[in-house]
């Protein structure tokens, strides 16, 4: 099985008709059909039920199918990089970024990227959790993350950045939004949209709820910080999100501080043991706080 039987398959799958496949790839359509037969055959599978009018999927053709267009899309991923760094680009490291942090600290990041690595070419993947990180760094998806500790895994070392405080986004039209300084213990009772429970925010979250004397009613659940924003807006509940009034300027939205904040931490996560010159050299940009600086938070 190679790239090429994988185009040619997941074309027919696709059009579910192979003479608009072989009119999608400018082939003839019988070599079309040959390497499809011959691709069953390696694999000793039917793949697709073919009939006069078209072509249908077995559970085995959906499942190539799902996978072809993952490891199809990754060669065409290493074929941009490769040209790019061809092109004269220093390099490409694959980032990870948490949350706020996308908004918040990657602007910096790129700036201070721009400057002292001027050649070096970011591929961000923003407002990821911290347990997707760890995975992609642990399967060399990711080359470095901004991530939340704590990790569950062994295999990756981390660079302490900052501390944030948790603040509450509210409706603006909430009773609590006409006080400034609020008590944790303000919102028992409250409806929560939350981070998923894998979400080291949301781990610290609970946490301190739970010693406050309650647990959250979650009425709804975001992986990204500007949908779990959008919810608050929109009057669903309220949520506990790391430092973020200035981030956002949401309409129909505010932000108070919380007395004896919860506390969440932020740090440059990478797999132990990578000690490429690129990736060492972008970890540098994190030692002089300094070189971070020049973008508002």
């Not at 959906?62 to 074929?79: F, I």
């Not at 603006?172 to 939350?194: K, M």
């Amino acid at each position: 099985m190679d790239m090429r039987q994988l185009r040619y398959f997941v074309a027919v799958a696709e059009e579910k008709h192979f003479g608009r496949a072989a009119q999608r790839l400018h082939m003839a359509q019988p070599p079309l059909s040959q390497q499809i037969k011959q691709l069953e055959e390696q694999l000793d599978t039917l793949l697709l039920v073919r009939t006069t009018r078209k072509v249908d999927l077995t559970p085995a053709g959906e499942l190539l199918l799902a996978r072809a267009r993952l490891l199809l899309a990754e060669v065409e991923k290493v074929e941009q990089d490769v040209r790019l760094v061809g092109q004269g680009a220093s390099g490409i490291l694959r980032i990870g970024v948490s949350g706020t942090a996308t908004y918040r600290l990657m602007p910096r990041i790129v700036q201070a990227a721009q400057i002292d690595m001027p050649g070096l070419r970011l591929n961000v993947q923003g407002e990821m959790l911290t347990p997707q990180m760890e995975i992609a760094l642990e399967e060399e998806r990711l080359d470095v993350a901004i991530l939340r500790p704590p990790v569950r895994s062994g295999q990756l070392s981390l660079k302490f950045l900052e501390q944030d405080e948790l603040v509450v986004a509210l409706p603006e039209d909430h009773e609590l939004a006409s006080r400034g300084l609020l008590d944790l213990a303000d919102l028992a009772g409250e409806p929560f949209i939350s981070y998923p429970l894998s979400s080291a925010v949301n781990r610290i979250a609970l946490e301190a709820c739970r010693k406050t004397g309650f647990s959250p009613r979650v009425v709804q659940e975001a992986h990204e910080t500007s949908t779990l924003l959008s919810f608050v807006s929109a009057g669903m509940g309220v949520a506990l999100v790391p430092t973020t009034r200035r981030m956002f300027a949401l309409q129909g939205i505010v932000f108070r501080a919380l007395r004896n904040a919860p506390a969440v931490d932020l740090a440059v996560a990478w797999k132990a043991g990578n000690e490429s010159a690129l990736l060492l050299k972008f970890l540098d940009l994190f030692d002089s706080p300094a070189s971070l600086e020049g973008t508002p938070a």
